[in-house]
Each structure stands twice: as structure tokens, then as C-alpha cells.
């Protein structure tokens, strides 16, 4: 099977997760397509095929080679993102694409005027949405991928790799995916996810990254006869929020540049409730962030007594560069075989998360590299079929490089 035959086959699955949900995985029809990827490794000839009842699954490719080869391993999630439908899918190749507007469907273009990524990939073949949902390369690509890199290895003996794990999960979308990601049942000294954008992505910084749900009371009384009584939680609210720096927002930032990001507010006179993000690449002034966080809220209570405004604040993962750095060599062979497939390596920070990160503070250092989806989680998100073939070389080219890591 064709790396891009086995893709969209993937997407005709609904595996959209749902972070409302507790269950795990978050939807049912999650484990639809598990249970057939499964089988597919299976009918693949991988070893130690497993899937545990929250929808994880592990296969191992055996080594080639009788040398003392460290086990590395390759991830990849099958859920897709809540922005957009994943039911009915419905992929097409555009050949050889010349640069010019793609039609989606009737009342829907795909333009390099909007999108000037297209132009980066003229010449290619790219696999689109019918403009109705999203694609599903993220990360149905990197699976089709690993897949796709273990059967050529299967394959080709004479290539020689050691012990080579591979592992699929549920509801990275939804910030859960190495929450179950059983690492010392992986048992590989490290991994890599395929999980990136566009070609040569590469990938080994991200957000610390913290939640945090502050809650007003107020107080409320007939508007006529409010004076020195009434507490308004909705004014209260936009106050709260002014206190921050205003030019600190997803809005105003780039690449290293921190910030606060104000997801929702419920609010009425009686109470209200503002959601945040909290984010930055290094880690004291991450800290300094949420410190902020709290003395606003100690600010409001001096002024409006206290108990006016609580909160409720969490780390949700860290920058994986802090485990990172002490094993380098896990980037140096992706910079390698990037380069011997002929992929300038394009190594830049992530402005958000990866199961990577937290697999990484679970012991397993585990980078993130490109899977060729690009406009991820809407209707214009779109693949190139080249770009999964060099995705898929990379793969191959870790594996070799690693037989020789201890030579």
C-alpha cells in the first residue's frame, strides 16, 4: 500500500475527541479506528501488538542487527481537533499542483493569495478537504508515515535498525494524550513524535504552560437602590482582566514571546468566572506569570474585601528543552538524517504543546518532527504526498543512524 492510499484511508474514520467527556478515550469512535489499526499491524507483520482497554496501542518492529542498539520508539495521536468536523471526510489528490487557486467545492477556494504555503509545494501532489471538514493530517500523517517507514524496514533486512517501538494514542487534541501513554511498557530510551507541520519542522521547545479559573462574587441588588451596596461581578470582571498586560495576548506575541490568554468569561451582577491560558517558553518568567496572576487577585480582595475573587490555578506541561538538553543526541541524529534525505532541518520553538513534552517529564525524551500537514484543524488544511514520503525517509534514516549511534 502507498503511503497516500493508506492516509486517506485513516481520514474516512471520525476520531474526533471531546474535552468535555471523561471517559478515556473522550469518544467511542476513537476505539472504531484503533481497533483497525491494530489489525492493520498486525496484517503488517509488527510484533507485540497491543492495544489496552483506553484505546493505546504499542507494536514493536524486531532489530536487523545483533549489536548493543539503543530501542527508540516513534508516536503518533489519531484523534483529531474539536475546530472543525472529522465525520465523512472526503480527501482528494490534486496532481502536480501549479500554484494556481484549488476549488473545494462549489463556494469554497483554496488560494496562495490566503494561503501562500501553497506555493512552497508546486509541483506536488496534495491531498485536500472537500472545504466541509478538516483533513485529519494532524496526525493521521505521521501514523500513515511510521507505518509506512516500518513496512519499508520490514521490507529491506539489509538495513540495519534495532529494536524499533512504535505507539498510537487517543486525545492529544484535548491535552490528555501521554496522560495513560504507558512509558515503561514503550521501553525505549527515547522517541520521537511525528507530529509537526510543514517540511523540516523540528522541534524540542514548547510552552510551560498553566490553567487558571478565577471566580468573582458579587452582589446583587435593584440597580435603584445599589449605591454602596451593589458588587457587580461583570465589572469586577474587566477590571480583573485590565490588570494584566494588555499587549501580553496571543494577539500581539511571537516565537519566544510569552503571554495571557483570556479563553471565556460567564458572568453576571451575582458571580462570574474568567478561564485563562497561561504561557511562556522559559520557565522563571513562567513562574513570574502566574505570580501575577495572584497578586491580581490579592489586589481585588484588598479593594473589595475578602473572598471577592478566588482562583484555581494548574501547570499543565512544562518546556520539554529542559529534558532535552541533557540528551542532544536525539536531535543531532534527527538533524542528520533530515539532511541525508535531503530536508533542510527548520528547527523553531512550538507556541503550544506536544505530547512530546509530557512524555519528556515522563522520562522519555521525545522531540517533535515534521508530519506535512499544513492549515491544520479547518477545512483548508491540506498534505503533500512528497512531503509524507520524506517524513517517512526521515524515519527509515533515525533508525539506520541509530544501528550506528554506539560505533
Not at 507483520?45 to 484505546?55: A, H, I, N
Request: charged content about 30%; overall charge negative; glycine content about 8%.
Amino acid at each position: 500500500m502507498e503511503i497516500a492510499e493508506r492516509f486517506i484511508n485513516y481520514t474516512k474514520f471520525d476520531t474526533q475527541s471531546a474535552d468535555e467527556s471523561e471517559t478515556v478515550p473522550s469518544t467511542a469512535k476513537q476505539l472504531v479506528f484503533a481497533k483497525y489499526l491494530k489489525e492493520e499491524l498486525e496484517r503488517e507483520g509488527l510484533k507485540e501488538v497491543e492495544m489496552d482497554e483506553k484505546g493505546y496501542i504499542y507494536a514493536t518492529l524486531p532489530a536487523t542487527t545483533t549489536k548493543k542498539v539503543p530501542t527508540i520508539g516513534f508516536i503518533a495521536h489519531y484523534d483529531t481537533a474539536l475546530d472543525a468536523s472529522g465525520a465523512n471526510i472526503k480527501a482528494r489528490i490534486v496532481k502536480n499542483y501549479d500554484g494556481s487557486d484549488i476549488q473545494l467545492n462549489e463556494n469554497m477556494v483554496s488560494s496562495p493569495k490566503q494561503f501562500p504555503e501553497l506555493l512552497k509545494h508546486k509541483g506536488e501532489d496534495l491531498i485536500v478537504t472537500d472545504g466541509t471538514t478538516l483533513l485529519g493530517a494532524d496526525d493521521k500523517a505521521g501514523i500513515a508515515e511510521i507505518v509506512q517507514a516500518m513496512c519499508y524496514l520490514r521490507d529491506h533486512p539489509e538495513v540495519e535498525h534495532g529494536k524499533i517501538r512504535i505507539g498510537f494514542n487517543p486525545d492529544e487534541e484535548i491535552g490528555r494524550g501521554a496522560h495513560h501513554f504507558d512509558v515503561e511498557k514503550f521501553g525505549c530510551e527515547w522517541a520521537y513524535t511525528m507530529d509537526g507541520g510543514d517540511l523540516g519542522q523540528l522541534e524540542y521547545e514548547n510552552f510551560n504552560a498553566a490553567g487558571a479559573k478565577v471566580h468573582i462574587k458579587g452582589l446583587s441588588v435593584h440597580p435603584g437602590y445599589a449605591k454602596g451596596r451593589m458588587v457587580n461581578a461583570s465589572r469586577l470582571a474587566i477590571e480583573f482582566n485590565r490588570m494584566l498586560p494588555q499587549d501580553e495576548i496571543p494577539e500581539t506575541t511571537e516565537g519566544y514571546e510569552g503571554f495571557y490568554h483570556l479563553l471565556g468569561i460567564d458572568s453576571r451582577c451575582e458571580e462570574a468566572t474568567l478561564n485563562y491560558i497561561i504561557r511562556d517558553h522559559d520557565r522563571d518568567k513562567f513562574e513570574k506569570r502566574k505570580k501575577m496572576m495572584e497578586n491580581c487577585v490579592k489586589t481585588m480582595n484588598e479593594k473589595y474585601g475578602e473572598g471577592t475573587v478566588e482562583m484555581k490555578m494548574n501547570d499543565q506541561y512544562y518546556n520539554m528543552k529542559e529534558k532535552i538538553d541533557p540528551n542532544i543526541h536525539v536531535i543531532d541524529l534527527v538533524v542528520k538524517a533530515m539532511q541525508e534525505a535531503e530536508v533542510t532541518p527548520l528547527v523553531q520553538p512550538i507556541r503550544g504543546g506536544t505530547d512530546g513534552a509530557q512524555l519528556s517529564f515522563k522520562g522519555l525524551p521525545c522531540p517533535n518532527i515534521f508530519a506535512g500537514g499544513v492549515n491544520f484543524h479547518g477545512p483548508y488544511e491540506f498534505v503533500s504526498i512528497q512531503v509524507m514520503e520524506k517524513a517517512m525517509q526521515v524515519i527509515v534514516n533515525i533508525s539506520r543512524l541509530t544501528a550506528g549511534y554506539n560505533d
